[in-house]
């Protein structure tokens, strides 16, 4: 029987960074288009001798050269993207993309080039491009991490639409929602909007999201809206 394909496309990826010095405490980059890897260079050192087999070259593996690591996205100057980047010239760094299924691809880097595009009539870009500076490392899938906490917008009343945003997460994943009343749970009210009840009025809102992927799940909950006022 025929399974399921597996394949995703690239959106929710996230690529950190973090100094060599405090290789634990990363930097993510904000609104990047897309990141390259880049590809290694296997090496192969002939062996042959003057009793190879059947007259044949021999080959054994030699070394790899990292390839390049090349990341898009919107150039936003002064940001927090922005300083990071003009920070990491002359220093030896550690970048990271956690994939939208939770893999983690870890390794060395050292920047190479951080160029910004500022057409008169487009969108700001910048390319950042950094050498893989040693082997990389492949950690199984995580449980995604929230890094934004949910919130709802709307008007807070009676009979008027209210909608969840799930908030900023890494890596990505699929989302579900639980609107409570008061810290009660409210029955059914699992989609990312709601539309508040008479019985909602004096209540205090929040939305609880909870985002899944193959590394497991986790939870964040909005701040309390302001009571719910009654209808007109």
Request: net charge negative.
């Amino acid at each position: 029987m025929p399974e399921t394909t597996q394949a995703s496309i690239g959106y929710g990826s996230v690529f950190e960074m973090a100094e060599e010095a405090t290789p634990t405490v990363f930097v993510a980059l904000g609104e990047v288009i897309s990141i390259d890897p880049g590809e290694d260079d296997d090496e192969e050192v002939e062996a042959t001798h003057m009793q190879s087999p059947n007259r044949t070259r021999e080959y054994i593996p030699g070394l790899t050269t990292p390839g390049e690591c090349v990341i898009e996205g919107n150039y936003i100057p002064g940001s927090p993207t922005d300083i990071a980047l003009i920070a990491a010239r002359g220093k030896r760094n550690v970048g990271r993309i956690t994939l939208p299924n939770g893999v983690r691809k870890t390794f060395p880097i050292v920047r190479r080039g951080y160029n910004q595009a500022i057409p008169i009539d487009d969108r700001m870009t910048f390319t950042a491009t950094f050498k893989r500076a040693g082997a990389t490392t492949t950690d199984v899938a995580i449980a995604p991490v929230n890094g934004v906490a949910p919130a709802i917008s709307g008007e807070v009343k009676v009979n008027q639409t209210l909608t969840a945003w799930p908030g900023v997460w890494a890596p990505f994943g699929t989302f579900t929602y639980q609107w409570t009343a008061d810290g009660a749970d409210i029955p059914g009210a699992t989609a990312s909007t709601y539309v508040p009840v008479a019985g909602d009025a004096g209540k205090a809102l929040t939305v609880k999201v909870t985002c899944t992927n193959t590394g497991g799940a986790a939870t964040a909950e909005s701040e309390d809206t302001i009571d719910v006022e009654a209808a007109d």
